[in-house]
């Protein structure tokens, strides 16, 4: 695309400008090669022609569409350029008030210098969980993404804060820390995320200071390093320092301050507890007095200096070390202020003795007065000889005590940040983490020391590594779309980082001069311009010999080298260290003492995975001259541990940019906008991003936008893709200028601002012609009217002066209408003839293109199939010859593989040896079964000892219960002598009740004198009061008139007021409610922790280890492969430990691997064999031979391994009876019954297993006489040359011993397996006590450590409030003693009514036995009923009670409650379950036991609550038993006997009201029960829901076509990809789907009407809130979507008969804000108009809509600032809340209004689907 195709009449550019940086001009002539200048229109309408000749000049930029301007991400312009994004910064700062900007990756955040109320926490709420590109930029969608890219890449994250000072950093980094605290707060009790933030304070108290630039400027760098669980809970956090600016603490520049910790102790010397520090104000100590003012506007320092104590005292730190803080920070305030008195011109100083501040300074610090005295002025010199002390002059005493004093801050500042560490490390292990990097950003000053050299040399490595990581993004997204990938050429400043760290580089020279003995600034310098004069980076000044110039990435800054050699030495001399060394207080001491006996910040931190997090200054090793390690190689080190933290984690940038240096809210200065973006890399990013592909759309946005640009043929097709292709090929000829993407399309900078001309030229031709088009019609119209005005005139006229040419002129207008009318007629005919024609010629053409096209696939497609089935033919040919071949030579092979086997075998049959081998095999296993049958017997005798041992043990264990039995008894006699002491108590109590009704007498005759005398005076008043009254009637009959309607509104606003006032109260209450019930589940669930904890572990049998039992005993496999048996025997010690693998596994190992010996024997010997077969065939005679010296050398080589196996037999046996005494041994001393029966269990296997060898023992013997037998036989028949057939028998005799041995061997591993599960139970078992006695050590230490604690804190408070506070710690532990005791008094009542209630049942057991025996007629059993006689009697009188006897209660609950589902009563009456409830109540009130009554409904509250907490997320159970609850609360005032709850009764209803008692306090339970219950419902149906609205309600096209597709950028929004996105019909169904659960459950309609008003609030305030958050969705055509979905929830509310319940009100700030878009916003008739309609919306919010409010097209105009500040100065009036988002979270207070049934007890039917039979009808 050519420059004169861009530069063209009306285009707007960028021409450079010295005061606005840039200015924007309309070019006004187009421009053409080769001219010298263009000729542009500047904003004010003047002139102004732009020079292009001039060498370096260039055509200017072009600036980009007004729809572009506003972008959340600056990489969405078109051009990508500075003025684009200085422009666009400026536009959403200025006009629309936004502070945060997205460029690429990086968060541009511009400080505003104003209190913004957007970090509420409704705010992070509606960020947490969202994408990046879903919201509006804001710090807290930095720290989501980088939360959520640690949860789901599991990758430790990073976010870098930077930015010159008072540009916010600082507080952006709070604001990370605070969402990461709110979002990810820790799981436990710690409350680690409060600590966190509490570091805040402390940090700004002795790292921040007032500046010229900022109020609260951070001194130094951190990286604080949040660490998380595998939940990601914030688990700890450690802190990182880099370069603290130790030379404020001397010094202080005009109209700055010293750390603010000095101004706050200052500030609160007047307290008592510092008046030991003899500080006065600020202004009277030289540290903080050399800046002029000490204050600041606004900020008051002593409030601050408690937040600083509390946040010491939240983290941990002892009041003992904050007071010596607080010494140490008043002891440097007072060496600054010493009086050094110079001698002999300077030469020689001195300090009084009686310095006030020396003393003070020698006592603060437990220092000796004498020898600091001495010391501050004299130095010792030490040489080969001997050492000298020497006086220092003037000026070095004041640099050594500036030295000293900035060194004491140094290492307090240190030892306060590892205290900090260690306050906020935790022992969990640490899965991931979260840095924030706050750090200074490139600074550049008249006067540019070292401090700033650090600084920018800092920033050069921090801005390489944004270089890379932008760079490695732009490749991915690249690759990822297979897009060719060209370098891009971008800005390396690594030479310049070898300039400054490299060898001989700036760091090594300084390092080398400091070590010189007479080293100075002006010879380094000197160096620096020898040694780096020829490098690219570095120049030396003009004017100056001892400065220099490093040309950095962002500006070019000179440096001062004076003082640069001693703020790298840092020099602080020895003596006065050792001085420090020796203070009397420990914390002083410690201080200074040596690196390695320090505690570094890394020992807190040492088990922390990864990266070990330390503090970036170490501590200072005592100086002799200077320290071994400079300042910069200090530095230089921890910034190199810094980038490697970096380069291990996913950076996230954040870049503050400050908008002008005198601090004014929402003042921008364009040329300090520049500079900061130049200097943070913004502009680096947009280059990189500009040399690129920029621009980047998805084809189906794509194809959305420019559709209008595409012509009618390429609509038609399917395919998007090619479409777009088409497209841009046919609009850009220069395929260099985009790039087709596997799912995007990319473009050069500046073609969619092409694109968007085309597309504008394309709308503006439509809109000329529509226009020309109406002008037309609209003129025609005009023409037409006048035309018959003025005929009308003429006939009128022509009629009156000549009557006689009437008939004439009729005819003549006859005829021409005739004419007319027929020439209408005949074109007409003739345009229906043409068309018709060309009609019948396009349906023939297009017929035969059709038919055409269709004969051709046809015949294609008939081509394809006769080559399917011809290629196909020729396939089987081939592959049945193939397979012919194949079985022709299998069969050949088969044959000879089969003629050469039956010779095999016929040898074989004819082979003697063969026989005996097998005998000699089968005998040696027999003999062997033999053995083992005999070590079975043994063993047997064993394990019947043992068990005879086991029972004495048993026995021994009743013996012992007993004695417990008897013990308990004595307890209750204990339990008698207290009820003695409580009726003695109670007769005390009955004295004062007496004492009390004798001064009430007293009271009373007092009261009847009072109240005679004031009967008197009342009859008096009530004379003045009659008189009153006449000349209140007077007066009321004469204001009569003018008073009723003032009287009517005040009463209405009294009413309102009052209504207002009981609906706090009710919110409140239920509040209260609500609280009580979450304290109520965290007591349980600590409850069933406790009885967890506290229950004794059995011999229980796991049932991992019984499958895995089960699974091995099914196994008869024996032989298995050796890699198996090891894999197993590794999972075995896994699961149960080495040392009990290594025991159980010994006896299986071993005969494993007997067995794979015997088979590899067995193959050797066939091996043999065969060999000796084919020697046979040459030579029969040593075929003999043969045979029998191997018949010698197998029988002794089998009575070999027979000795083996008898010795290996021995050992298993002696292994195997020291496991069973192990295991009885232990059985006796565990008194569990699982133990004993599991022992039993496994004696019992043990006596079958030994009487099945018995059994094979004697078929073994059988076959043992057989085998001999057939030996014999050979033995006779050696010589015999054949054998007959008959002889081969004994194989399956073989295969019958191998099953043998098969089943023995399953025997021994069951056995095993036993053995094996117990032993793991009983480690278990140990393991378990052994984790509960460490749990109660941890605890018993925990408590010590309080105890201490107190102990410490006592000993600081004065001897009376030691008194009281030793009263209160032993009344509390003497209280909780007490309720220790109360609960196991409790406990065991409870145990004794239980054992109560089983004897009775027993007892009750033993009568009804004794009576069925006997047959006399006794007192019917509960469960067993004469149904016959008693179901007639009881329909017949049926009074509408159920009976129950006391043990069924808990059936009852269960069958009703607790197992009960809806869908079994949902074809019952509704609510039957609280009817049942009832009536059982009711017969528990008719026999008048209040016993009962009490355990029911307790009983029934909680189940229910164990239902609802089983249950927690299931809605159609919820609303069940919000329905029971309600209606056996309605039914309980119903028939309480209350008049006012019974006007709607029946008789017979009235018969069934309650007698005995009133259940008032129960009506109130159950009230908060349904409270619970409602909240429980309505945070199920919100948690269903909340997903949904946002996409239903704003991202849902209901109007098809109206949504306009906008260019993005980087950050791509959620919403386009459809995949979680829900349509407002889904919604609406899920609304149905719960008002007919709630409506088939019999739901009260008052209660339904508050869920869905409730439901309707939520959806409103989401829906809202995003809005409020989103500047993609703030547009006409969303208002127009929103409207539209909002009326369909508004019918669905009317057609479920819900107008009422107020759930359309809560949509109305919604429907107003979708108004809000829809309306015209230009005039100030607008103005009024929108304030008049938005009542429900705050200010606060129509203004941020009206800020985000987005045109979606270029012939929509914006609304302009003026426009918003005339909304504002209208809405000044209203008292609106500060507050912008809607709190979702906010419950309505919810009624439960009385609701009568109709239905009458005595005619409710119990299904029997319910299973209460037990019930009686009464």
């Known amino acids: 695309m050519s420059a004169a195709q861009l530069y063209t009449k009306y285009t707007r550019v960028w021409i450079p400008d010295p005061d606005e940086v840039w200015r924007s001009a309309e070019i006004i002539k187009d421009y053409k090669e080769g001219d010298k200048s263009l000729q542009l229109k500047l904003e004010d309408e003047t002139l102004y022609e732009y020079p292009i000749d001039l060498p370096g000049s260039e055509l200017p930029f072009l600036r980009n569409p007004d729809i572009l301007v506003g972008q959340n991400d600056l990489t969405a312009l078109s051009y990508l350029h500075e003025p684009a994004v200085l422009h666009n910064l400026k536009v959403r700062f200025l006009e629309s008030n936004h502070i945060y900007t997205y460029c690429g990756i990086v968060l541009v955040a511009i400080n505003p210098y104003e209190q913004l109320p957007i970090y509420e926490q409704d705010v992070i709420y509606a960020y947490s969980g969202q994408n990046m590109g879903d919201m509006d930029p804001h710090i807290f969608a930095v720290a989501e993404e980088a939360y959520k890219q640690m949860a789901r890449d599991e990758k430790n994250q990073s976010i870098i804060v930077s930015g010159e000072s008072g540009a916010g950093k600082t507080v952006s980094a709070k604001y990370a820390m605070r969402f990461f605290a709110t979002v990810g707060g820790s799981a436990s009790e710690t409350n680690i995320e409060t600590k966190v933030l509490a570091s805040s304070p402390i940090m700004e108290a002795i790292g921040n200071a007032k500046t010229t630039r900022n109020d609260n400027s951070s001194r130094f760098g951190k990286y604080i390093q949040i660490g998380f669980d595998k939940r990601y809970h914030i688990i700890g956090a450690n802190m990182r320092t880099y370069l603290l600016e130790k030379s404020r603490v001397v010094f202080q520049a005009e109209d700055e301050r010293n750390y603010h910790i000095f101004y706050q102790l200052c500030a609160s010397s007047s307290l008592p507890e510092f008046k030991d520090l003899g500080l006065t104000c600020a202004e009277d100590f030289f540290y903080t007095s050399q800046g002029g003012d000490t204050s600041i506007d606004g900020v008051d320092d002593a409030d601050d200096f408690e937040k600083t104590r509390h946040a010491f005292t939240l983290l941990g730190v002892k009041e003992s070390h904050q007071m010596t803080i607080f010494r140490i920070i008043a002891a440097i305030l007072h060496l600054g202020n010493l009086k050094i008195q110079g001698e002999r011109d300077g030469e020689v100083c001195s300090i009084s003795s009686e310095d006030e501040h020396l003393s003070s300074f020698c006592s603060l610090l437990g220092v000796e007065h004498s020898q600091m005295q001495h010391w501050l002025c004299h130095r010792k010199l030490v040489t080969t000889a001997e050492t000298y002390v020497k006086s220092m002059s003037l000026h070095q005493v004041v640099n050594a005590r500036n030295a000293l004093a900035k060194h004491i801050y140094a290492q307090l500042f240190n030892w306060i940040v590892q205290h900090v560490n260690k306050a906020l490390h935790t022992t969990v292990k640490q899965h991931s983490f979260i840095g924030v990097l706050d750090i200074y950003g490139f600074e550049t000053f008249e006067v540019n020391s070292f401090e700033q050299f650090c600084i920018n040399y800092a920033n050069e490595k921090l801005q390489q590594q944004f270089n890379s990581h932008v760079f490695k993004l732009e490749q991915e997204e690249y690759m990822k779309e297979g897009i060719p990938w060209t370098l891009i050429d971008f800005y390396d400043n690594q030479p310049c980082i070898d300039l400054i760290e490299a060898k001989l580089g700036i760091l090594d020279l300084l390092d080398e001069e400091c070590k010189v003995p007479k080293g100075t600034d002006q010879n380094w310098a000197q160096k620096l311009y020898d040694r780096h004069a020829a490098s690219q980076h570095f120049q030396k000044p003009r004017m100056s010999n001892t400065s220099f110039i490093v040309l950095h990435f962002a500006d070019k800054v000179e440096y001062q080298s004076e003082g640069f050699l001693e703020k790298n030495r840092d020099t602080v001399y020895e003596e006065q260290i050792n001085i420090l060394k020796a203070s009397q207080y420990q914390m002083v001491a410690d201080l200074f003492q040596e690196e390695k006996d320090a505690?570094?910040?890394?020992?807190?931190?040492?088990?922390?995975?990864?990266?070990?997090?330390?503090?970036?200054?170490?501590?200072?090793?005592?100086?002799?001259?200077?320290?071994?390690?400079?300042?910069?190689?200090?530095?230089?080190?921890?910034?190199?541990?810094?980038?490697?933290?970096?380069?291990?984690?996913?950076?996230?940038?954040?870049?503050?940019?400050?908008?002008?240096?005198?601090?004014?809210?929402?003042?921008?200065?364009?040329?300090?906008?520049?500079?900061?973006?130049?200097?943070?890399?913004?502009?680096?990013?947009?280059?990189?991003?500009?040399?690129?592909?920029?621009?980047?759309?998805?084809?189906?946005?794509?194809?959305?936008?420019?559709?209008?640009?595409?012509?009618?043929?390429?609509?038609?097709?399917?395919?998007?893709?090619?479409?777009?292709?088409?497209?841009?090929?046919?609009?850009?000829?220069?395929?260099?200028?985009?790039?087709?993407?596997?799912?995007?399309?990319?473009?050069?900078?500046?073609?969619?601002?092409?694109?968007?001309?085309?597309?504008?030229?394309?709308?503006?031709?439509?809109?000329?012609?529509?226009?020309?088009?109406?002008?037309?019609?609209?003129?025609?119209?005009?023409?037409?009217?006048?035309?018959?005005?003025?005929?009308?005139?003429?006939?009128?006229?022509?009629?009156?002066?000549?009557?006689?040419?009437?008939?004439?002129?009729?005819?003549?207008?006859?005829?021409?209408?005739?004419?007319?009318?027929?020439?209408?007629?005949?074109?007409?005919?003739?345009f229906l003839r043409v068309c018709s024609a060309t009609l019948t010629i396009q349906a023939f053409a297009r017929g035969m293109f059709v038919r055409r096209i269709y004969h051709q696939m046809l015949m294609e497609h008939k081509a394809t199939i006769l080559q399917k089935y011809a290629r196909g033919w020729l396939a089987r040919v081939r592959f049945r010859r193939a397979q012919a071949a194949a079985v022709v030579l299998q069969c050949h092979w088969r044959r000879l593989r089969a003629r050469r086997q039956l010779q095999a075998l016929r040898i074989e049959a004819r082979s003697a040896q063969h026989l005996k081998k097998l005998n000699i095999g089968m005998e040696n296993k027999v003999v062997q079964l033999q053995r083992k049958v005999d070590e079975q017997n043994k063993e047997n005798k064993l394990l019947s000892e043992q068990l005879s041992m086991l029972t004495s043990a048993h026995s021994s264990e009743v013996e012992k219960l007993k004695k417990e039995l008897q013990q308990y008894q004595q307890t209750q006699q204990g339990d008698g002598k207290q009820l003695l002491s409580l009726q003695e108590e109670t007769e005390r109590l009955r004295m004062e009740l007496e004492r009390a009704h004798g001064e009430r007498e007293v009271l009373e005759d007092s009261h009847g004198k009072e109240r005679d005398l004031l009967r008197k005076r009342i009859c008096d008043l009530e004379e003045e009061n009659a008189l009153l009254k006449q000349e209140k009637e007077e007066l009321n009959s004469r204001i009569l008139c003018q008073s009723e309607d003032e009287f009517a509104r005040n009463t209405v606003e009294e009413n309102m007021q009052m209504k207002k006032e009981l609906e706090e109260e009710r919110s409140r209450y239920q509040n209260l409610v609500k609280e009580y019930a979450s304290l109520e589940q965290r007591y349980d669930n600590l409850r069933d922790e406790m009885t967890i904890f506290k229950q004794t572990p059995g011999h229980r049998r796991n049932p991992s280890n019984q499958s895995s039992l089960e699974s091995d005993s099914n196994n008869p496999s024996i032989c298995t492969s050796e890699i198996g048996d090891t894999e197993d025997v590794i999972q075995q010690v896994e699961e149960i430990g080495m040392e009990k693998a290594a025991m159980d596994m010994t006896l299986f190992l071993k005969l494993q691997k007997r067995v794979r010996e015997l088979e590899l024997e067995r193959k050797k010997l066939q091996a043999q064999l065969e060999k000796k077969e084919q020697e046979s065939k040459k030579s029969q005679v040593n075929e003999i031979k043969t045979e029998v010296t191997s018949e010698h050398e197998d029988f002794a080589y089998n009575s070999l391994k027979r000795q083996e196996l008898e010795s290996e037999n021995k050992k298993l046996k002696n292994e195997l009876n020291e496991l069973r005494k192990a295991i009885a041994d232990h059985a006796t001393q565990n008194n569990s019954n699982d133990v004993q029966d599991g022992y039993n269990l496994l004696l019992n296997q043990l006596k079958s297993a030994n009487e099945e060898l018995e059994v094979?023992?004697?078929?073994?013997?059988?076959?043992?006489?057989?085998?001999?037998?057939?030996?014999?036989?050979?033995?006779?028949?050696?010589?015999?040359?054949?054998?007959?057939?008959?002889?081969?028998?004994?194989?399956?005799?073989?295969?019958?011993?191998?099953?043998?041995?098969?089943?023995?061997?399953?025997?021994?591993?069951?056995?095993?397996?036993?053995?094996?599960?117990?032993?793991?139970?009983?480690?278990?078992?140990?393991?378990?006590?052994?984790?509960?006695?460490?749990?109660?050590?941890?605890?018993?230490?925990?408590?010590?450590?309080?105890?201490?604690?107190?102990?410490?804190?006592?000993?600081?408070?004065?001897?009376?409030?030691?008194?009281e506070f030793g009263l209160q710690q032993e009344i509390t532990r003497l209280t909780n003693e007490n309720l220790d005791l109360k609960e196991l008094l409790e406990k065991l009542e409870k145990n004794e009514k239980k054992l109560k209630k089983q004897l009775k049942i027993y007892m009750k057991k033993v009568q009804d036995f004794e009576a069925s025996q006997t047959m006399v007629p006794v007192e019917r059993r509960p469960h067993e009923r004469n149904m016959q006689v008693a179901v007639q009697r009881k329909e017949k009188d049926f009074q509408g009670m159920l009976e129950y006897y006391k043990?069924?209660?808990?059936?009852?609950?269960?069958?009703?409650?607790?197992?009960?589902?809806?869908?079994?009563?949902?074809?019952?009456?509704?609510?039957?379950?609280?009817?049942?409830?009832?009536?059982?109540?009711?017969?528990?009130?008719?026999?008048?036991?209040?016993?009962?009554?009490?355990?029911?409904?307790?009983?029934?509250?909680?189940?229910?609550?164990?239902?609802?907490?089983?249950?927690?997320?299931?809605?159609?159970?919820?609303?069940?038993?919000?329905?029971?609850?309600?209606?056996?609360?309605?039914?309980?005032?119903?028939?309480?006997?209350?008049?006012?709850?019974?006007?709607?009764?029946?008789?017979?209803?009235?018969?069934?009201?309650l007698k005995n008692f009133d259940l008032t306090e129960y009506r109130q339970v159950l009230g908060h029960l349904s409270i619970q219950i409602y909240q429980q419902l309505i945070n199920i149906a919100e948690g269903i829901l909340q997903p949904m609205i946002v996409s239903a309600?704003?991202?849902?096209?209901?109007?098809?076509?109206?949504?306009?597709?906008?260019?993005?950028?980087?950050?791509?929004?959620?919403?386009?990809?459809?995949?979680?996105?829900?349509?407002?019909?889904?919604?609406?169904?899920?609304?149905?789907?719960?008002?007919?659960?709630?409506?088939?459950?019999?739901?009260?309609?008052?209660?339904?009407?508050?869920?869905?008003?409730?439901?309707?609030?939520?959806?409103?305030?989401?829906?809202?809130?995003?809005?409020?958050?989103?500047?993609?969705?703030?547009?006409?055509s969303t208002g127009m979507q929103l409207r539209f979905n909002i009326s369909q929830l508004e019918e669905w509310l009317h057609g479920k008969n819900l107008q009422q319940s107020g759930a359309a009100q809560t949509l109305e700030p919604l429907i107003q804000a979708a108004q809000l878009l829809q309306l015209k916003k230009k005039t100030s008739e607008d103005a009024e108009a929108i304030c008049s309609l938005c009542t429900s919306l705050t200010t606060q919010q129509i203004v941020k809509i009206l800020n985000l409010y987005t045109p979606v097209n270029e012939f929509e105009e914006r609304v302009t600032v003026a426009f918003i500040r005339n909304i504002q100065k209208q809405l000044q009036e209203r008292n609106d809340p500060p507050q912008l988002l809607l709190d979702f979270k906010h419950m309505f207070p919810v009624l439960f209004p009385f609701n009568p049934s109709a239905i009458t007890m005595d005619s409710i039917h119990l299904p029997a689907s319910l299973n209460l039979d037990f019930l009686n009808k009464v």
């Open 1593 to 1676: 309600v704003l991202e849902n096209e209901s109007i098809q076509g109206l949504s306009i597709v906008k260019p993005v950028g980087y950050r791509k929004y959620s919403s386009n990809a459809g995949d979680s996105s829900y349509s407002l019909d889904e919604m609406i169904r899920q609304l149905n789907t719960f008002h007919s659960i709630m409506c088939d459950q019999g739901l009260d309609p008052e209660i339904i009407q508050q869920v869905f008003k409730q439901l309707f609030y939520m959806i409103n305030a989401i829906a809202l809130n995003n809005l409020l958050l989103r500047k993609d969705v703030c547009s006409w």
């Open 1256 to 1363: 094979r023992k004697e078929e073994v013997l059988i076959l043992r006489s057989q085998i001999m037998k057939a030996a014999q036989q050979k033995e006779t028949g050696k010589n015999m040359e054949s054998i007959s057939p008959n002889a081969s028998w004994p194989n399956s005799d073989r295969h019958v011993d191998q099953e043998d041995a098969i089943e023995a061997y399953q025997g021994m591993c069951e056995t095993n397996r036993l053995l094996e599960a117990q032993l793991q139970d009983q480690r278990r078992e140990h393991e378990e006590e052994m984790e509960a006695l460490k749990n109660q050590v941890d605890l018993m230490q925990e408590e010590l450590e309080k105890q201490q604690q107190a102990f410490l804190q006592t000993l600081q408070l004065s001897p009376e409030v030691q008194v």
């Open 1447 to 1553: 043990e069924d209660e808990p059936l009852l609950i269960r069958n009703l409650i607790t197992d009960l589902k809806p869908q079994a009563v949902s074809a019952t009456v509704p609510c039957l379950p609280a009817y049942i409830l009832y009536m059982c109540i009711r017969h528990a009130d008719y026999i008048n036991d209040d016993q009962k009554v009490h355990s029911l409904l307790t009983s029934t509250i909680n189940g229910v609550k164990k239902v609802l907490k089983k249950h927690q997320d299931d809605f159609e159970m919820t609303s069940f038993w919000l329905a029971n609850t309600c209606r056996l609360l309605h039914c309980l005032k119903q028939y309480s006997g209350e008049e006012g709850f019974m006007t709607q009764n029946t008789a017979k209803q009235n018969e069934h009201c």
């Open 599 to 830: 505690v570094p910040a890394t020992a807190v931190a040492k088990r922390t995975p990864r990266i070990n997090v330390r503090s970036a200054k170490p501590a200072f090793k005592a100086a002799n001259k200077e320290h071994r390690k400079t300042v910069g190689h200090q530095f230089r080190n921890s910034l190199q541990l810094l980038m490697e933290t970096l380069n291990a984690t996913t950076p996230h940038y954040v870049r503050c940019i400050k908008p002008n240096d005198e601090k004014l809210p929402f003042k921008f200065d364009p040329k300090r906008a520049v500079q900061q973006l130049r200097a943070c890399g913004v502009l680096e990013t947009i280059r990189i991003s500009a040399a690129g592909f920029p621009s980047r759309w998805s084809y189906p946005d794509f194809f959305n936008r420019y559709r209008v640009l595409m012509n009618k043929r390429d609509l038609s097709k399917n395919d998007k893709k090619q479409i777009c292709q088409t497209l841009l090929e046919d609009l850009i000829k220069d395929p260099d200028k985009f790039q087709f993407g596997r799912t995007k399309i990319f473009f050069r900078a500046g073609q969619v601002a092409y694109l968007e001309k085309l597309r504008a030229d394309k709308f503006r031709a439509a809109t000329i012609m529509i226009q020309k088009t109406v002008r037309g019609w609209l003129q025609r119209a005009r023409y037409q009217r006048l035309r018959r005005a003025t005929l009308a005139l003429q006939r009128y006229a022509r009629g009156h002066l000549a009557r006689r040419l009437f008939q004439h002129l009729r005819r003549t207008r006859a005829a021409i209408i005739l004419q007319k009318q027929y020439r209408m007629l005949r074109m007409r005919r003739a």
